[in-house]
C-alpha cells in the first residue's frame, strides 16, 4: 500500500513536470505567463514534490538524491523563466538544497547526474544574492536533465495519521452551541511515525 501511494503521487510528479515543460517552450512561454497559468503549475509542482520528500521515510542515499533533483528541477524551472518573482528567494532555496546533494554525494558512493554536475558549475559562479544570475543560465542546464528510473532497494514507508471521531453517526451528529467553545473527543492513529517526532494537526471549517 505505501509503494503504491508513493507511486501515485511520483505519476502526479511527471504529469505536471511535463506540463509545466511544455508550458516553456518558446512557442508557449508568452501565452502561458500571460494567462498565469504557468505559475500556478509550478507552485502546484513545487508542493508535490516536497510531499515526495516529506511524507515518505526510508530513503537511501541514491532514492533520495533523486527525489532531490526532482526539487532541484523544479527549482531551476522557476528560475528560467525571466519574469520570476523573488528570484533572489528561489535561489537561496536552490543553493540551500543543493549543500543537502553534496553531502549525500561524500558521504555515499552515489553518482551525480549530469544534471547536478552543470546545476553545480552555474551555482558556484552565480552570486548568492542573484546579482550576478542569469535566467539564461539555469535554463542551459535544463538540457542536461534526464529522468532516471526509480528503483527502491529497500521498503517504503508513508508517514500518515488517520483522524476518527468515535460514537458519532448520522443519528447521532456532535453536539455544537454557536458561540461557545467545544471540546470534541477524538482518536488519532499515526502510521510511521516516531513517538518524539513533533506534531502539527491543522482543522480546517468548511
Given at each position: 500500500?505505501?509503494?503504491?501511494?508513493?507511486?501515485?503521487?511520483?505519476?502526479?510528479?511527471?504529469?505536471?513536470?511535463?506540463?509545466?515543460?511544455?508550458?516553456?517552450?518558446?512557442?508557449?512561454?508568452?501565452?502561458?505567463?500571460?494567462?498565469?497559468?504557468?505559475?500556478?503549475?509550478?507552485?502546484?509542482?513545487?508542493?508535490?514534490?516536497?510531499?515526495?520528500?516529506?511524507?515518505?521515510?526510508?530513503?537511501?542515499?541514491?532514492?533520495?538524491?533523486?527525489?532531490?533533483?526532482?526539487?532541484?528541477?523544479?527549482y531551476t524551472l522557476r528560475i528560467s523563466k525571466e519574469e520570476i518573482s523573488c528570484i533572489?528567494?528561489?535561489?537561496?532555496?536552490?543553493?540551500?538544497?543543493?549543500?543537502?546533494?553534496?553531502?549525500?554525494?561524500?558521504?555515499?558512493?552515489?553518482?551525480?547526474?549530469?544534471?547536478?554536475?552543470?546545476?553545480?558549475?552555474?551555482?558556484?559562479?552565480?552570486?548568492?544574492?542573484?546579482?550576478?544570475c542569469s535566467p539564461l543560465q539555469f535554463e542551459a542546464c535544463l538540457k542536461f536533465f534526464?529522468?532516471?528510473?526509480?528503483?527502491?532497494?529497500?521498503?517504503?514507508?508513508?508517514?500518515?495519521?488517520?483522524?476518527?471521531?468515535?460514537?458519532?453517526d448520522f443519528e447521532h451528529p456532535l453536539p455544537f452551541v454557536s458561540g461557545l467553545p467545544?471540546?470534541?473527543?477524538?482518536?488519532?492513529?499515526?502510521?510511521?511515525?516516531?513517538?518524539?517526532?513533533?506534531?502539527?494537526?491543522?482543522?480546517?471549517?468548511?
Amino acid at each position: 500500500v505505501d509503494a503504491l501511494t508513493f507511486t501515485s503521487l511520483y505519476l502526479q510528479i511527471i504529469e505536471l513536470l511535463v506540463d509545466v515543460w511544455d508550458d516553456l517552450l518558446p512557442a508557449k512561454r508568452l501565452y502561458a505567463q500571460g494567462m498565469g497559468k504557468l505559475e500556478f503549475k509550478l507552485g502546484k509542482l513545487d508542493r508535490r514534490v516536497k510531499e515526495l520528500m516529506s511524507r515518505f521515510i526510508g530513503f537511501s542515499a541514491e532514492e533520495e538524491l533523486n527525489v532531490l533533483e526532482l526539487m532541484l528541477l523544479t527549482y531551476t524551472l522557476r528560475i528560467s523563466k525571466e519574469e520570476i518573482s523573488c528570484i533572489n528567494h528561489t535561489l537561496k532555496r536552490l543553493s540551500s538544497l543543493y549543500l543537502r546533494v553534496e553531502s549525500i554525494l561524500k558521504e555515499s558512493s552515489a553518482l551525480p547526474s549530469n544534471f547536478l554536475v552543470e546545476l553545480g558549475k552555474v551555482l558556484s559562479s552565480t552570486s548568492i544574492n542573484g546579482a550576478s544570475c542569469s535566467p539564461l543560465q539555469f535554463e542551459a542546464c535544463l538540457k542536461f536533465f534526464s529522468l532516471k528510473q526509480f528503483v527502491f532497494h529497500g521498503p517504503i514507508k508513508h508517514v500518515k495519521a488517520e483522524l476518527s471521531v468515535p460514537n458519532i453517526d448520522f443519528e447521532h451528529p456532535l453536539p455544537f452551541v454557536s458561540g461557545l467553545p467545544v471540546g470534541i473527543q477524538c482518536e488519532i492513529t499515526l502510521h510511521n511515525i516516531l513517538s518524539e517526532s513533533r506534531l502539527w494537526l491543522r482543522m480546517t471549517l468548511d
